[in-house]
Each structure stands twice: as C-alpha cells, then as structure tokens.
C-alpha cells in the first residue's frame, strides 16, 4: 500500500507539471537529458558552458567561472509559439533565443533579475530596431522561483508578443527583419553569458553582463506549438 501511495503521489506531481503546458504545445526538451539540443561551438560567449540535467530541468552556469555559452536546439523554427518555466538566480546574466543562429545571434529575451531587465527583448550581436521593456513584470513576478514564459514570433518581418506567468508583458512588429540577409528560420537558445566582473577580492559585482560564481539558470516544460509558415502578421 505504500508503494503504490508514493506511486500515485508521483504521478499527481507529474500530472501537475505537466498541466503547465498549454494544450497544442510539443514537448523539445524529454526532462531526461539533452537529446535535441547541442552547445554552440562557434559563439563568442564561450564554449565550455556548464550544461546539465537535473530533476526534469536544464540547469546552466559557469565552469570554469568567467565561461559562457549558448545551449541551440537541433531543430530551427520560423512561425512558432514557445512555452518554458524557468528558475534564475540572482546576478546572473542570460536569455532565450529565438530564430538563433548557430553562433548565437538572435532576437533575445533578456535574464537578468540583478539589472532588472528580465523580459526584455533586446539583440544579441545584431541590433533590435524596436527593443522592448518588460515594464509590469513585477506584478506577477516571484522572485527566486519558476515563472512561465511564452513567446509567440510571426513572420518574415518579425512580430513578437511576450507572455510571462499568463500576463501580455509587450507585443511588436519589427519595422524590418533585423537578420543579416534577412533570415526567417533560426534555433531556441539559452544563454549563459560570458564574464570577467566578477572580483573575489573585492566580493562584488558589475550589475551588467555578471554572473555570481555557483549560479544557475533552469529551465523545464520547454514546449513550441509551430504556427503556419506562410503565417504574416
């Protein structure tokens, strides 16, 4: 009878993550290990990142410290909706990556509780013409817990919407795609960013681009329901 109690407990727990996504939405990350998914070998966040599965969630930091990096999935998606729950750590710098090159330049979600800018949309190596900023966050915000993310991206001119624990953050049209070449396909990323700020002596931190030694981000429930590639919005 015990064990068939902490089997039935183990099966409503997984029920209740699970109901997390939304319905329509395929699962890109098993919650077991990194199949579909590889690190970037050629960003110049670096290339040793410290990537690991542990219970149901990808889990990223710095080893050695000062080493970042940029974790792709396999597949690349043009006209999608992404859903993740995530897990950052104070002073720690990172994002999602949409339509990522494999070097890592991308439309980028920020991750950045220390700097207040997580939720905004910003460029990585390549300029936004429209950033945008995440202004209501903290009105639904729980700070050093998992909070949802779902971010929908639509057409050859990118038109972007950000969702964060249910609540519309921002949604822009790009006045142009700002790809180089004007590229429509591209991976889900996760950043770790490199950095050197850190200062052991001083035990202290340059706010931007920091990432405290022993930090984490995670990520679970990763999901993308892929729209229509003719889809233009």
Aim: aromatic content about 10%; some cysteine.
């Amino acid at each position: 009878m015990k064990l068939l109690l902490n089997l039935l407990i183990l099966l409503l727990l997984t029920n209740c993550t699970m109901a997390q996504i939304p319905a329509g939405f395929k699962q890109i990350f098993n919650g077991k290990n990194l199949k579909g998914w590889h690190i970037s070998r050629t960003t110049h966040q670096g290339t040793t990142p410290d990537v690991r599965v542990e219970d149901g969630a990808i889990v990223l930091t710095q080893q050695p410290f000062g080493q970042g990096g940029v974790l792709l999935s396999d597949k690349k998606y043009k006209n999608f909706e992404l859903y993740l729950e995530a897990k950052i750590d104070s002073f720690t710098n990172g994002g999602i990556f949409i339509r990522s090159s494999e070097s890592g330049i991308a439309y980028q979600i920020e991750l950045d509780d220390a700097a207040n800018s997580t939720g905004n949309l910003l460029g990585e190596r390549m300029p936004v013409s429209k950033s945008m900023q995440a202004t209501d966050r903290a009105k639904v915000w729980r700070p050093n817990d998992w909070n949802s993310f779902r971010i929908r991206m639509v057409g050859d001119i990118p038109h972007i919407t950000l969702w964060i624990n249910g609540e519309q953050m921002w949604d822009v049209k790009q006045p142009k795609n700002d790809f180089t070449a004007g590229v429509t396909t591209g991976m889900i990323g996760f950043q770790s960013h490199w950095t050197t700020l850190y200062s052991p002596a001083e035990l202290g931190w340059n706010i931007l681009d920091s990432w405290a030694p022993g930090a984490q981000h995670r990520f679970r429930n990763i999901a993308i329901k892929e729209l229509p590639a003719d889809l233009q919005e």
